[in-house]
């Protein structure tokens, strides 16, 4: 028997969702060979493969909503890969780097991290389908979003390559206590600011934004440990002013 036309097994997909798939596929590769450097001592390569994993992660989803190409299979693979990448692979970076000098309790706030990033993940999925929520609070996150969390999480690596602390012995209580608490941020629901939809900006800051973005990414490639540190240092300094915008928008919503 001849298979329906109408059959959407048997048609053929689209290319554009191929290129999307491809890219989140490239960070999940990035994610567990930055396992793999761990496993060998490569930190500053391991912090480098996570940190590529989060630009592709910021890449295929613009992507695909670009092409048109987004679907149901393509936002379970991206989830997945997040997973590995911004909750395993810091984690166990963690571990090998630092954490093991506690034993099962480093290995616990391991755990914990993994564990945060999963429940953080799970929940986006949920709130996607939530249909009740306002159109404003679509430009913050419920929590810490797990590549902000990762991007933290790896913060005593930045300030170990820069020579602040040694491989991160010595300070390893205060290690485990500044990981605990990003965990924390990512299965809380402190409101943090998406920047998602940022489509558009005003004409006469095009030419200042350019240069400044041009800018920010020669430092960055320059000097990348001076540049995630300052990066992390303030998104977590911003984390106050989401909060109070967030209450400020809820509040004018309940008066109207």
């Not at 960070?27 to 630009?55: H, N, P, Q």
Request: net charge positive; aromatic share 12%; with cysteine.
């Amino acid at each position: 028997m001849e298979p329906s036309p109408n059959n959407k097994r048997f048609q053929p997909i689209p290319i554009r969702y191929l290129l999307p798939n491809l890219i989140t596929l490239l960070g999940l590769c990035s994610g567990v060979t930055a396992i793999r450097f761990a496993v060998e001592g490569r930190y500053e390569f391991a912090v480098g493969g996570v940190i590529f994993a989060l630009v592709l992660d910021a890449m295929d989803g613009r992507l695909a909503r670009y092409l048109q190409g987004t679907s149901r299979f393509g936002a379970e693979l991206d989830s997945l890969a997040d997973f590995v990448n911004f909750g395993v692979a810091p984690a166990l970076m963690l571990y090998f780097w630092s954490l093991n000098t506690m034993k099962t309790l480093g290995w616990v706030v391991c755990l914990m991290l993994a564990i945060a990033c999963a429940l953080r993940l799970a929940r986006f999925n949920v709130a996607l389908d939530d249909p009740n929520k306002p159109a404003w609070a679509a430009a913050f996150f419920t929590g810490m979003p797990a590549p902000a969390g990762a991007m933290l999480a790896m913060l005593p690596f930045y300030l170990g390559f820069l020579g602040f602390i040694d491989e991160g012995h010595s300070h390893v209580k205060t290690i485990a206590a500044f990981v605990v608490l990003i965990a924390i941020l990512m299965v809380s629901r402190v409101p943090t600011f998406s920047g998602k939809n940022i489509t558009r900006v005003p004409r006469n800051l095009f030419l200042p934004l350019l240069a400044g973005l041009a800018l920010a990414v020669v430092y960055l490639i320059s000097f990348p440990w001076e540049s995630l540190a300052i990066i992390s240092a303030i998104y977590l300094c911003l984390i106050p002013f989401s909060v109070l915008t967030y209450r400020r928008k809820n509040l004018q919503t309940q008066q109207v």
